[in-house]
């Protein structure tokens, strides 16, 4: 333990040193990692604001388990499982279970909270750049950091297009990132390759080092909600466009995040309500589980589950909550990577069950990073839920190790 504490200690004051350093760069850096492009319209979908709410209490009949275990995930040969293996156990139950959120960034204290929590990482907003340079927005990430024993994944939403949280400023690009369909329709797969590349080293700039993207849903009509996001292609050419952008984060330092398992389709927006998809398994395996299957096999590290209520797969439970919707992901798609919820705070969720159960059902479907707003309810719902046996305490060391693995392929660890 000496010695862990010795290399926290370390750590510490190399993000100390790195957000020094950060803070004096100057703008000139900036103008190479953000050449002129031609000015695209973003128009940012809504995102939930924090308002505290009261924890439900955890009743044993209120959530589901996994019918079966999933079959075991294959991992990557790795020098460093032993360390890890090392940093698990050293753990107490508050830091596993915390290293499983990926919160909202709060507006307040968000370094304190980050190791009061012990919070796996944080998930940054647009009001998080807006007013800032990239010099004080990457000094401020750099400091909660500095604040974590095990360090922070730092992601964000920048998909190009619609959904820009940080090239919409001027001050961090000179025009926001394009959509992919227009970077398609502009020079096919090569163009979505070195828009990838230089998103990374935008991104990896500011010390963010995971971005939710790929979009890999298959939308072909301009009315459906998430059209304006997807390729806007078929399920092939959807496929190899996630394979694509997978490929090119590869080795980035930058997080990759196949979104929205098992595939949005046509459904209304689950940022506003409970959406039903009601289409054919057999829709799905035709469809939208081709983008899903190539990104896996291109080696994509996170796959986010969305809060459409699938009918074919479970009726009763959203997709993020399902244990059976987890199951066709790991069994039957073979992901052995990182699955997030998407956003607990979306009505989607929230008009379906309280926050502290709805984060006990999160892990008990087969979720190892939860996406939410409510962390300071929701954490202690989890510990608790473990410590009365709801929650398994492998399936909690299980979902850390596979964290910790990934922040170690970050080069976090």
């Known amino acids: 333990m000496a010695g862990r504490k010795r290399q926290r200690q370390g750590k510490k004051k190399t993000w100390a040193l790195a957000a020094a350093v950060l803070a004096l760069c100057g703008a000139a850096a900036w103008a190479v990692l953000a050449p002129r492009a031609a000015h695209v319209s973003n128009s940012e979908a809504s995102s939930a604001q924090a308002n505290s709410a009261q924890a439900g209490s955890v009743q044993a009949g209120s959530v589901q388990t996994a019918p079966s275990e999933p079959a075991p995930a294959q991992q990557a040969p790795n020098d460093g499982i032993d360390e890890l293996q090392q940093l698990l156990a050293g753990m107490t139950l508050e830091e596993k279970v915390g290293q499983m959120f990926l919160a909202r960034c709060p507006r307040r204290d968000a ?13 940054l907003f647009s009001e998080d750049f807006e007013g800032r340079t990239p010099q004080t927005a990457a000094a401020e990430i750099a400091s909660y950091q500095a604040a974590a024993t095990v360090p922070l994944f730092i992601g964000v939403d920048e998909e190009g297009g619609a959904i820009n949280r940080i090239s919409r400023f001027s001050a961090f690009r000179a025009a926001p990132f394009p ?28 010390g963010i080092n995971m971005n939710f993207a790929p979009v890999c849903d298959v939308s072909t009509e301009e009315s459906d909600f998430i059209y304006a996001r997807t390729l806007g292609q078929g399920p092939q050419q959807t496929a190899a466009y996630a394979r694509e952008v997978v490929q090119a984060m590869a080795g980035q330092g930058v997080a990759s995040v196949l979104k929205h398992f098992p595939g949005y389709g046509n459904n209304a927006d689950t940022h506003t309500g409970i959406a039903h998809d009601m289409r054919s398994y057999e829709t799905f395996e035709q469809a939208d589980f081709v983008p899903f299957r190539a990104g896996i096999e291109a080696g994509v590290n996170v796959v986010l589950v ?14 993020s909550l399902s244990p059976r919707v987890h199951e066709i992901l790991r069994q039957e798609l073979g992901f052995s990577g990182v699955i997030v919820t998407d956003d607990l705070y979306m009505r989607g969720i929230r008009d379906f069950m ?3 159960d709805a984060a006990v059902q999160a ?6 990073l939860l996406c939410c707003t409510e962390f300071e309810v929701q954490v202690p719902a989890v510990v608790e839920a473990v410590r009365h046996g709801v929650i398994d305490q492998a399936q909690v060391d299980a979902s850390v190790l596979r964290i910790l693995r990934l922040k170690q392929a970050l080069g976090l660890l």
């Open 179 to 206: 959509s992919p369909q227009q970077l398609y329709q502009a020079d096919g797969l090569a163009a979505v390759r070195r828009d990838t590349l230089e998103k990374c080293a935008f991104l990896r700039g500011l």
């Open 111 to 123: 370094a304190q909270k980050a190791a009061e929590y012990h919070l796996g990482g944080y998930l």
């Open 306 to 319: 969305c809060h459409n209520i699938v009918e074919c797969m479970d009726a009763g439970m959203p997709a």
């Open 354 to 356: 309280g926050p502290a």
């Open 363 to 368: 892990v008990l479907a087969g979720n190892d």
